[in-house]
Nanobody, 124 residues
Framework: QVRLVESGGGLVQAGDSLRLSCAAS????????MGWFRQAPGKEREFVAA????????YYADSVKGRFTISRDNAKNTVYLQMNSLKPGDTAVYYC?????????????????WGQGTQVTVSS
């Protein structure tokens, strides 16, 4: 059974940092691109960041560029999202996802497996 399990969310103040982790099991994800998405109440799920299978290429939403960093450790089947200088607008449920086939990095419909999400709340 394929599983993606996110952790590391929480309640922080504006300007703080958090590191999210996504542990994958049930298949070898080293050949899959991985992405992070987020969804705030009443809004659609939006792209945050993605990383190629080997980790050599990364992609970011303009809203997080320069503040968030995506990385992966294929030996541990884990992908990370380091979030710095957090803002109240970053408040959302954050999901990690695995993309098996070569589709858009930015479109959630291009991803095949999803985690259950972890809540990030940033207070002002």
């Amino acid at each position: 059974q394929v599983r993606l399990v996110e952790s590391g969310g929480g309640l922080v103040q504006a300007g703080d940092s958090l590191r999210l982790s996504c542990a994958a099991s049930g298949r070898t994800f080293s050949s899959d691109a991985m992405g992070w998405f987020r969804q705030a109440p009443g809004k659609e799920r939006e792209f945050v960041a993605a990383i190629s299978s080997g980790g050599g290429s990364t992609y970011y939403a303009d809203s997080v560029k320069g503040r968030f960093t995506i990385s992966r450790d294929n030996a541990k089947n884990t992908v990370y999202l380091q979030m710095n200088s957090l803002k109240p607008g970053d408040t959302a449920v954050y999901y990690c996802a695995a993309r098996v086939y070569s589709r858009s990095y930015y479109d959630p419909r291009g991803y095949d497996y999803w985690g259950q999400g972890t809540q990030v709340t940033v207070s002002s």
